[in-house]
Each structure stands twice: as C-alpha cells, then as structure tokens.
C-alpha cells in the first residue's frame, strides 16, 4: 500500500494553502479534488479578480459558537503575510474599498500561485478523484481512492461547506467530523441574498433591479452600511449578504434607505419651495424615481406635497429610514458565497486545527465553525487557518 505523510482532502484556498506550508516542511504531501481544476471558488471570486483578502481582518470581522477561536490562526498568519507572497509572485493587485483586494488581473492568478507553491514544495494534486472513505489506523489513517488506498500520518480536511452545489461542494467534512466524535454547529446559508413572501414580492416588484448605493440594514445588534439591491425574489446587495450571516429565520430586518440624512427638513424645504411637486418627485431628488414611486404609493401619498402635513411627512421619514421587514428566507446554497456554522471548535485545537481527540486529524478553511464577512475575510480565514494546519501535519 502505497504511503505519504500528510493527505490534503480539498484543493481550495485552504487546502492548497496547507499542503504548500507541509511540503515545505519536508513532509510527503498528496492533495485530492473531485473537481477536475484546483481552486474553482477562487476562479469565481470577485467578479473573477479574487478579493483575495482585507486589509482590516481581524478576529471581530468572524462569526462564530466561540468568537475566540480564530485569533491564534489569523495573528500567526497574517493579510500582511500573504499579500507578501502575492507580491513575491510579482501579482499586481489593488484596494477597491472598505480595504478589500483585487488582483489587477484575474483569479487564476492566485490560483497558479498555491499551484506553484505546491509543486515547489513537492506536493502533488490529484484532480477527479472522489475519496470513498478514511479509517483510522495504529499509525495513522487509510484513505481509500480509485487508484487504491493510501496509508498516510495525517488527514487535513478542507472539502469546504455547502454552498454553490453546482460547482460541487458537499457536505463530505461533516461527515468526517461525525465518523470521528467531533461535533457540527448546525451549517446555514450566509453572504445570501434574503427573499420575501409573494405578497410582499408583488408589492415590491418594480423595484427589481433597484439600488441604493449606500443603505444601513439591521438586524438585532448588527449593522452594515453598503449597498443594496431590489431583485425579483427580494434584496441583495453587499449590506444584504453582509447582515444575512446574522438573520435569523422569523426575525425582522431595519432597513435605512437614506441613513444620515434629515429626510424631514428636506421634505420641508421641498415642499416650502414647490407645494405643487407630487411627493415622489420631491423624494426623486434623493432616491432612484422608481423607488421614490413606490415608497410614496404604498404610504397613500398623493396629490401635491402642500397637501401633507408635517405627520405626514414624519410618516414618509420613517418609511424610507425605518422600513422594517420579515424576509421568508434566503435564496440558499445555491447563491450562498459561503457556509455559516460546521465543525465545532470546541473539538479542534485553535493553533493546528487538529481534532483534539483525534491525533492527526485536521479541518480547516469553510469546514470549521467561523465564517468571515464579505469583503476578502473568507479567504483570509483559508490562509490562515490552512497554513496553522500545515506547520504541524
């Protein structure tokens, strides 16, 4: 049977990460991907420029059963650490906002970066090759593949979580959490965009295709002020995603259209200046007209300005930077940028990423119960937490 010392389950950011840190250890390294290319949530990424990570990641940008778990991956192996590496392989990238970077070119970029730093390494990938099963052995583990099974030291998952099942992705780490004693927090669509009821769908059906550049949504503690988006199902957009990892099913959400602004004194002044302006005219001035249509139908105000009283215009106010909302759910995996929830820190050592149980045994990347913001945080956490692994498997 043949051997190596370290199988990496996942050619994705963390486990490309990971098997390029074990082989330059020296240790004998085989990566496996079902998928016939390394790296296609990568390729994906940032519109296909790959917001590869974010100035400001830090453990509080990360949700999480046990927000503390991640510090010790992300401060031993920083967003500074890899835009280093980024930069040794001559890729130009830039700073698009809010701290998040783009590669100048493409995604494969960063692809054939951890391609490279595996191959440098010695570690070889093995593409379209699906792993039936792995048992634990006296000295180490079996894992079974279609050219045979393979005997190795350790076993690093990094298969990922649920999202976007049409590029492949499987609940297969789950299921070796399970097989070895390690507990799951309950997985969950985040950085998804939320849906509404059919009722509240027709009533907001003009509005699809819509944005505000810069809304404030909430829900509970949260908030994220960034861009929203109208969609035939129900809203999008960066603050959307960015508040739909918090979103609980039944909750509502507080949606600012216009945050910071004194909506009453320039309805006011508006009315003051041209009484004769119907309201949503007045509104066009600071909303999308479509938009300023809508709010204005389904608050009953027409007519003239003139003809609403300051209540009235209190009432609008309230409606445009305090509409609240029940969303019916979120549009899935399907749309999901990553998996929320997954293997339990509790179970895993917060500087290795090895099972604590389970000597040899490792789960990082998506995986593992922390799940970043929008904004490059989700792959900071692949380098991070794929390269903790590596410097002990």
Not at 193 to 204: H, M
Not at 332 to 354: C, H, I, N, P, W
Request: glycine share 12%.
């Amino acid at each position: 049977m043949k051997q190596v010392d370290v199988i990496v389950i996942g050619a994705g950011a963390a486990g490309m990460m990971c098997a390029a840190e074990a082989g330059r250890r020296g240790r004998s390294v085989l990566v496996v991907e079902h998928a016939f290319a390394p790296g296609e949530k990568i390729r994906i990424s940032g519109g296909g420029r790959c917001n590869f990570t974010n100035l400001g990641a830090g453990p509080s940008n990360y949700i999480s059963d046990n927000p503390g778990f991640c510090i010790s991956a992300l401060r031993r192996y920083t967003q500074r650490d890899f835009i280093a590496l980024v930069d040794r392989h001559g890729i130009a990238w830039h700073e698009k906002t809010l701290g998040q970077l783009f590669c100048d070119g493409s995604s494969q970029q960063i692809i054939d970066l951890l391609v490279r730093e595996m191959k440098r390494h010695g570690a070889e990938l093995r593409l379209g090759t699906a792993v039936a099963r792995i048992e634990e052995t006296a000295d180490g583990f079996t894992v079974a593949l279609p050219g045979g099974d393979m005997r190795c030291r350790s076993v690093v998952m990094a298969s990922g979580g649920l999202s976007i099942p049409k590029m492949g992705a499987t609940g297969f780490a789950y299921d070796v959490a399970r097989q070895f004693g390690l507990g799951i927090v309950a997985p969950r669509p985040a950085l998804v965009p939320l849906t509404f009821d059919p009722a509240t769908l027709e009533r907001l059906k003009p509005l699809a295709g819509v944005a505000v550049d810069a809304a404030s949504v909430r829900s509970g503690r949260t908030r994220f002020d960034e861009a929203l988006l109208f969609t035939h199902r129900g809203l999008s957009g960066p603050a959307i995603l960015q508040i739909s990892s918090y979103w609980k099913p039944g909750e509502e959400i507080a949606v600012s259209l216009l945050p910071g602004t004194d909506i009453f004194s320039e309805l006011r002044a508006a009315r003051a200046a041209n009484g004769r302006q119907a309201p949503h005219t007045a509104l066009s001035a600071l909303l999308p007209k479509r938009l300023a249509q809508a709010i204005t139908d389904r608050e009953g105000m027409a007519g003239n300005i003139a003809d609403l009283s300051d209540k009235r215009l209190r009432q609008l106010e309230a409606a445009i930077n305090d509409w609240r909302v029940v969303p019916a759910g979120t549009e899935g995996y399907r749309t999901a940028e990553v998996t929320a929830g997954g293997v339990d820190t509790k179970d895993l050592d917060s500087r290795t990423m090895q099972a604590r149980a389970v000597p040899g045994l490792f789960f990082i990347g998506e995986a593992v119960d922390v799940t970043g913001w929008l904004g490059g945080y989700n792959f900071q956490w692949a380098w991070s937490s794929g390269w903790s692994a590596g410097q002990v498997a």
